[in-house]
Nanobody, 119 residues
């Protein structure tokens, strides 16, 4: 079964840190760009970050630049999102996805993990 499974979400205080992981099973992530998206209540899903298939290129939503870092470990078939200095407006369900290229169509979606930033 082809799937992406996120983990690492939870409740974190403003200014804190969290690391999300997304592991693939049933297929290799080697040739895919990998992205993180989020959807807050009442809002549309938005792209947060993306990393190219070889990891040489990354991009970020302006509001998370300097705070979030995307990385990948192809040997572990996993992509990560390190979230630092989190803010209440980062509260959302976070989804990982595989894409043929960043800004391209999503091929596979994960099921999502909730991140709540609150004191």
């Amino acid at each position: 079964q082809l799937q992406l499974v996120e983990s690492g979400g939870g409740l974190v205080q403003p200014g804190g840190s969290l690391r999300l992981s997304c592991a693939a099973s049933g297929f290799s992530l080697d040739y895919y760009a990998l992205g993180w998206f989020r959807q807050a209540p009442g809002k549309e899903r938005e792209g947060v970050s993306c990393i190219s298939s070889r990891g040489g290129s990354t991009n970020y939503l302006d509001s998370v630049k300097g705070r979030f870092t995307i990385s990948r470990d192809n040997a572990k078939n996993t992509v990560y999102l390190q979230m630092n200095s989190v803010k209440p407006e980062d509260t959302a369900v976070y989804y990982c996805a595989s894409l043929n290229y960043c800004k391209g169509p999503v091929v596979y979606w994960g099921q999502g993990t909730q991140v709540t930033v609150s004191a």
